[in-house]
């Protein structure tokens, strides 16, 4: 479930990152700021329960290549085979990450 938070938060993440690019007017200004503190604070609540390094990465990888897609198909951003192979390589290592980190964190006991 707060995995499920984290994908939500990339999905306004991408939105308030398109708005900081094409907002021109009070009303998209003003949604890219609600987009801006709900994508922080669902990325907040999910990292309580999950390791911060991962769930941030995971955020920041699925808003990066979010962000490239709308800006391919909503606002015919140029594309390029090198933009396809380093986007599926940060995919790639986000998957990666996720599956190689625990949902819970390991606490070192010091002496």
């Known amino acids: 479930m707060k995995w499920l938070l984290v994908v939500i938060a990339a999905a306004f993440e991408v939105g308030w990152a398109t708005g900081l690019k094409y907002a021109n007017n009070t009303l998209t200004w003003t949604l890219t700021g609600i987009a801006v503190i709900i994508s922080f604070w669902l990325?907040?609540?999910?990292a309580t329960s999950l390791p911060t390094s991962t769930a941030y990465a995971v955020f920041a990888g699925l808003g990066t290549v979010g962000t490239v897609i709308v800006d391919i198909f909503f606002f015919n951003?140029?594309?390029n085979m090198w933009m396809?192979?380093?986007i599926v390589l940060l995919l790639v290592g986000v998957i990666g990450l996720k599956t190689v980190t625990?949902?819970?964190t390991e606490r070192r006991e010091h002496s």
């Open 43 to 46: 990325l907040l609540k999910a």
């Open 84 to 86: 396809i192979i380093f």
């Open 102 to 104: 625990g949902e819970t």
């Open 77 to 79: 951003a140029a594309i």
